[in-house]
């Protein structure tokens, strides 16, 4: 049995940055342990057809995190990076519009354009009626009927799976918020207002994919770092790992149920795990330019099976082609020879009641100071930037204050 205090379960983004964030603090008396050959996790990049690509799905890095753009770029300095003003598209009604729907009615056919204003200024929420507790009903509120049922529906099908009456509402401040007024202004003034979603400006690297900075924060922790190394069975109460590893303290950042074995927690706990929901991601490779100007592009068609594409000659330099971001419960038969990379935990599914059950599951695994970090072990819709941020607090609250 190997003897550490710190056991890291998964090297994407959190456990390394956790990781680092030891090291940078004197900690040395810890292992990362990862189930693939790199680490990265979800921000991982490979090279097709002479360039990186994103084998999850489309990464950039937000500029808003003044403590995670410095962590970052002590592994790849600003100079390594490109700065991007967010030029994305939804493909509606034929065309492609701006993004968010509601500050791009106005590029919409005319004979359709009156019909959203009306739905809008009927919505729930422009009316003062109550915030509803389903996701399906905010997005009717919110929204009014067109865009719930032309877009947001059929986008959020495609994406988290048929069922949306599972879901709840706690996270849509991840989505953009424009006034109705803003809308209207728009629509006259034929130009956007409003608020961009996340990444209104965003980095890119010059020469690498997203991957390369995660490649090296890897690299940088040395053999502390085991690739290949899949945490099986889990001991929380006992905290050893594989009956190969003891810790005094476990941060698991990898799905909860992608342990063989997870023992040592509690009936509740192990019904917790077992309820947590998520959607799997497709990226197929398509060597073909598109004649547009968006990094991505929004597709709501039931009909096409794909979510969206990544235009990835508009954000890569030098490089051609674009890809496809797929539920893989709606993956086409792929082609002889085509790059395919299938994600089995992409998105945590926001179900009802699942931010209260995760309290329970992480409070009473800290009892035997086991903790979830991430967007698996705590199981959110976090951004690698978020990822980070909390991976250096959780460390620093361990290790005493902040630096
Ligand atoms: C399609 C898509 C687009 C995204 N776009 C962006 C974006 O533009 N910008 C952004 O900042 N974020 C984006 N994200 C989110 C980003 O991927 C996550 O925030 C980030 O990867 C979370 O890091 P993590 O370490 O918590 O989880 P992960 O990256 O999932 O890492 C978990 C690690 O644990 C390992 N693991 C799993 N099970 C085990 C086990 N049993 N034993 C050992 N290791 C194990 C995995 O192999 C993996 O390396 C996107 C995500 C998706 C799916």
């Given at each position: 049995?190997?003897?550490?205090?710190?056991?890291?379960?998964?090297?994407?983004?959190?456990?390394?940055?956790?990781?680092?964030?030891?090291?940078?603090?004197?900690?040395?008396?810890?292992?990362?342990?990862?189930?693939?050959?790199?680490?990265?996790?979800?921000?991982?990049?490979?090279?097709?057809?002479?360039?990186?690509?994103?084998?999850?799905g489309g990464?950039f890095?937000d500029?808003?995190?003044?403590?995670?753009?410095?962590?970052?770029?002590?592994?790849?300095?600003?100079?390594?990076?490109?700065?991007y003003k967010r030029e994305t598209r939804i493909f509606i009604?034929?065309?492609e519009i701006g993004s968010p729907v509601?500050s791009f009615?106005?590029q919409?056919?005319?004979?359709?354009?009156?019909?959203?204003?009306?739905?809008?200024?009927?919505?729930?929420?422009?009316?003062?009626?109550?915030?509803?507790?389903?996701?399906?009903?905010?997005?009717?509120?919110?929204?009014?009927?067109?865009?719930?049922?032309?877009y947001?529906?059929?986008y959020?099908?495609?994406?988290?799976?048929?069922?949306?009456?599972?879901?709840?509402?706690?996270?849509?401040?991840?989505l953009p918020?424009?006034?109705?007024?803003?809308?209207?202004?728009?629509?006259?003034?034929?130009?956007f207002?409003g608020k961009q979603p996340a990444h209104a400006q965003f980095?890119y690297?010059?020469?690498?994919?997203?991957?390369?900075?995660?490649?090296?924060?890897?690299?940088?922790?040395?053999?502390?770092?085991?690739?290949?190394?899949?945490?099986?069975?889990?001991?929380?109460?006992?905290?050893?790992?594989?009956?190969?590893?003891?810790?005094?303290?476990?941060?698991?950042?990898?799905?909860?149920?992608?342990?063989?074995?997870?023992?040592?927690?509690?009936?509740?706990?192990?019904?917790?795990?077992?309820?947590?929901?998520?959607?799997?991601?497709?990226?197929?490779?398509?060597?073909?330019?598109l004649?547009t100007e968006a990094q991505w592009i929004y597709y709501p068609?039931?009909?096409?099976?794909?979510h969206r594409i990544l235009v990835?000659?508009n954000f890569?330099?030098?490089?051609?082609?674009y890809?496809?971001e797929?539920?893989?419960?709606?993956?086409?038969?792929?082609?002889?020879?085509?790059?395919?990379?299938?994600?089995?935990?992409?998105?945590?599914?926001?179900?009802?009641?699942?931010?209260?059950?995760?309290?329970?599951?992480?409070?009473?695994?800290?009892?035997?100071?086991?903790?979830?970090?991430?967007?698996?072990?705590?199981?959110?819709?976090?951004?690698?930037?978020?990822?980070?941020?909390?991976?250096?607090?959780?460390?620093?609250?361990?290790?005493?204050?902040?630096?």
């Amino acid at each position: 049995m190997e003897k550490r205090k710190y056991v890291i379960i998964g090297a994407g983004p959190s456990g390394l940055a956790f990781a680092v964030r030891l090291m940078q603090r004197g900690e040395k008396d810890f292992v990362v342990l990862e189930s693939e050959d790199s680490a990265g996790g979800l921000c991982r990049s490979e090279e097709v057809d002479g360039s990186p690509l994103e084998i999850s799905g489309g990464h950039f890095l937000d500029v808003n995190r003044r403590k995670v753009l410095d962590m970052i770029s002590l592994f790849m300095p600003r100079g390594e990076w490109d700065l991007y003003k967010r030029e994305t598209r939804i493909f509606i009604h034929g065309r492609e519009i701006g993004s968010p729907v509601e500050s791009f009615i106005w590029q919409m056919p005319e004979e359709v354009q009156e019909r959203y204003l009306r739905d809008i200024a009927e919505a729930g929420s422009n009316k003062g009626a109550p915030k509803p507790g389903k996701f399906v009903d905010w997005i009717y509120w919110k929204l009014g009927k067109s865009i719930a049922e032309d877009y947001m529906l059929p986008y959020n099908r495609k994406l988290f799976g048929e069922n949306l009456d599972l879901l709840g509402t706690y996270w849509l401040e991840k989505l953009p918020s424009v006034s109705y007024e803003e809308t209207l202004r728009s629509c006259r003034e034929k130009r956007f207002f409003g608020k961009q979603p996340a990444h209104a400006q965003f980095f890119y690297p010059k020469k690498h994919g997203y991957g390369e900075v995660w490649r090296r924060m890897g690299e940088a922790l040395g053999d502390k770092l085991r690739l290949g190394e899949k945490a099986e069975r889990l001991d929380c109460a006992g905290r050893t790992v594989n009956g190969r590893y003891e810790a005094d303290c476990i941060v698991n950042t990898a799905p909860w149920a992608s342990f063989g074995e997870l023992s040592g927690i509690s009936d509740r706990a192990a019904d917790v795990v077992r309820g947590l929901m998520y959607s799997s991601v497709d990226v197929d490779y398509v060597p073909a330019n598109l004649d547009t100007e968006a990094q991505w592009i929004y597709y709501p068609d039931p009909a096409l099976s794909y979510h969206r594409i990544l235009v990835r000659h508009n954000f890569c330099p030098g490089a051609r082609g674009y890809w496809t971001e797929t539920n893989s419960t709606r993956a086409k038969p792929l082609a002889e020879g085509a790059f395919r990379h299938t994600s089995k935990y992409a998105y945590p599914l926001n179900t009802i009641g699942k931010n209260e059950a995760m309290d329970e599951l992480l409070g009473e695994l800290r009892q035997s100071n086991v903790h979830g970090l991430g967007r698996w072990g705590e199981w959110q819709h976090y951004n690698s930037d978020v990822v980070v941020e909390r991976a250096m607090g959780l460390a620093d609250s361990f290790l005493g204050g902040g630096r």
